[in-house]
């Protein structure tokens, strides 16, 4: 008689047991290889989605307990194919993250002008990249974040950024000139500034990773957080398990407290 008291006294307080003060989560991770976890290795039975045991999603995932996660992204993924993923997504998801945009604006094949030929070459497809980012992105973001609110209404929507690849100056001595490595940087910055305007237009909140990136990517005194040309090469400009871990899931966690 007298335990029971005490509970509902606690109770009463604001002092319920943990299990019941923790609510759950089902949380969903959409997008490309940034969200799949490409670089960072340990991808189990994934396939060529390539998703890594060592996604920020995984890792939010193993640090929440209680949380229902389905992971959904896949390598390579464009907007179009994000819509499939939605697609497959519960609607009962709480919590959905995003990385999106990036393939759609040719980030392959900028990197593929911008090793094999020269300055001017790389300028020129970057900003071919950055009209399609800032003239044609938008509507197709604007579908994708719909989508997610009408399939799970009650979802906190997230969207990430990408990081800025290259420091510039920095410690490379080989390999792209430093005049293509900001035209890369300033495609990403354009990226960036599209998906937080598109995300905020949706009352998505956006959480940015470059400066999580700054100091950590390539040609930085560390150059932890991002694989440079490697093999496989598919995950070149990918981040690496570090690279999910403290460019990525850190200021995830930080932005939703």
Known sequence: MCAALGVALLTSLGFASTANAVEATSYVALGDSYSSGVGAGDYGDSGGCKRSANAYGQLYANAHSGTTFTFLACSGAKTGDVLTQIDSMPSDATLVTLTVGGNDAGFTDVITTCTLNGDDACN???NTAKSYVQDTLPA???KVYAAVKSKAPDAKLV???YPRFYTVPGSCNVGLSDAKRSAINSGADTLASVLS???SAAGAQFVDVR???DGHNICSSASDYLHSLTYPVDESYH???AGQR???Y?????ALG
Not at 250 to 254: C, F, G, K, Q, V
């Open 159 to 161: 969207v990430l950024s």
């Open 211 to 213: 400066s999580d990136f």
């Open 239 to 241: 981040p690496t398990a």
């Open 246 to 248: 403290g460019g990525y």
């Open 140 to 142: 197709l973001l604007d």
């Open 124 to 126: 020129d497809r970057v």
């Open 197 to 199: 305007s598109r995300a």
């Open 250 to 254: 850190t200021p995830l966690t930080s």
